[in-house]
């Protein structure tokens, strides 16, 4: 065997048994594997506390997934649904209300930093009233949200098909009610996906009969 393919052999083995150790340690993914993603995003959202201590359904806020083919990032409105009256964490609210009873005046309006960028991305400050209220003064800036799922092009995948036969959100997006920031919890690879169907046709989901197709062309069309 030649000096060049001896490299070749040795640079290949070697690469192997570091992606086996790295396996190992949990500490390297497969190309476009984002397992354990997990962004810090430009507003820090709680899932902890509105899907866990708030118990706020998934489908509150992602209604998307019910009826397209992507759940989406809802809308900074539907955040203002319980955000124009609520515009601090309640610690907060109740300090100042104690502090106000001492200092016997009326409590201020407490805006907290992270509600502050909501509240500027819709061009909204306290009034003269300290009531929030459209400032001219403020351009109307989207939230850059940071994905935390992504698919290769070549696959295909339609929330509504898994929702309306039953499968949970945890099913792919694991405990979300637990996550102070969601992480990416599933590897995305085929055989993850292909795996879940095959369990779902033997065992049916929430008790009904279902067929989830592995033909290549439901994910690959």
């Known amino acids: 065997m030649s000096r060049p393919i001896v ?6 083995g070697l690469a192997f048994a570091l992606l086996a150790l790295g396996f190992g340690a949990g500490s390297v993914h497969l190309p476009a594997n984002r397992q354990d993603y997990e962004p810090v995003q430009p507003l820090a959202f709680s899932h902890r506390l509105h899907a866990g201590e708030l118990n706020i359904a998934c489908l509150h806020c992602h209604g998307a997934a019910e009826k397209s083919r992507h759940a989406g990032i809802p809308a900074a409105s539907t955040c203002m649904n319980c955000h124009k009256l609520v515009t601090a964490p309640m610690a907060a609210v109740r300090a100042e209300d104690e502090l106000a009873q001492k200092e016997k005046r009326q409590p201020r309006r407490i805006v907290s930093p992270e509600l502050q960028k909501l509240y500027d991305s819709l ?10 209220a459209p400032d001219p003064r403020k351009p109307l800036r989207p939230i850059p949200w940071i994905k935390v799922y992504s698919l290769p092009d070549f696959a295909y995948f339609d929330h509504r098909a898994h929702v309306r036969v039953g499968v949970a959100c945890e099913k792919c997006h694991g405990a979300v009610e637990t996550m102070e920031r969601v992480r990416q919890i599933g590897d995305l690879s085929m055989g993850w996906c292909v795996n879940c169907h095959r369990t779902a046709d033997r065992e049916g989901i929430n008790g009904a009969q279902v067929h989830a197709s592995t033909d290549c062309d439901i994910c690959h069309h």
């Open 7 to 12: 490299t070749v052999v040795l640079v290949v």
């Open 123 to 132: 061009g909204l400050s306290l009034n003269e009233k300290r009531e929030l």
